[in-house]
């Protein structure tokens, strides 16, 4: 009895780790086999400052905070009202929309299609902007300000990164946080 006991435990503990192995395997191959993987793709992106005058190092992670309605999901970048904001990457210009809480704001896809940028409460668009233009990285789209529901007195520009589905709709994405990628430009 004692034997078969000590055996059941062994092969009780050889199962255990079989399965510890199965499942480290499995969370190194779902890491290594991942290109919808948003953070790495923004990572691999050569991004621009999208707001003039900025330093990566004054840069704030504000990803996680919260908001009314829920998680923010973007980085706010504070400048003063008419700061010139530019394109953080090549790519086209999907959409200009005007929404309650994001004000004037632009969609720019990068140039795969595999990114959504987008930037809020601008005080105005730049000159002779359209949907369908292709913009490349560090053109002037914008300028800070305070449309939709940022406080008047604290212009800023809210900056969010969507990693697309495959129907590619601009108004839909999963959220990545552009802090990492912000914070390493020089
Ligand atoms: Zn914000």
Redesign the pocket.
């Known amino acids: 009895m004692a034997g078969i006991g000590t055996r059941s435990i062994v092969a009780c503990a050889r199962c255990l780790l079989g399965v510890a192995w199965c499942l480290g395997l499995g969370a190194a191959w779902a890491q290594g086999a991942m290109p919808d993987d948003g953070a790495a793709l923004l990572a691999a992106r050569p991004l621009a400052m999208p707001v003039a005058g900025v330093q990566a190092h004054a840069l704030q992670d504000?990803f996680n905070d919260g908001?009314a309605g829920g998680a923010?999901e973007?980085?706010?970048i504070p400048a003063p009202r008419g700061t010139p904001v530019h394109a953080v990457d090549d790519g086209t210009l999907v959409k200009l929309f005007t929404s309650v809480p994001g004000g004037l704001t632009i969609y720019q896809f990068d140039p795969m299609g595999q990114l959504a940028y987008y930037y809020?409460?601008l005080d105005r668009y730049a000159d002779q902007l359209y949907e369908g233009m292709v913009l490349r990285r560090g053109d002037l789209i914008g300028y800070v300000g305070t449309t939709g529901n940022?406080p008047v007195n604290a212009p800023?520009l809210?900056f969010a990164v969507f990693r697309l589905g495959a129907d590619r709709h601009w108004w839909k994405g999963t959220a990545i946080n552009p802090y990492p990628a912000l914070r390493r430009l020089r």
């Open positions: 504000t908001r923010h973007a980085i706010d809020a409460h940022a800023h809210h």
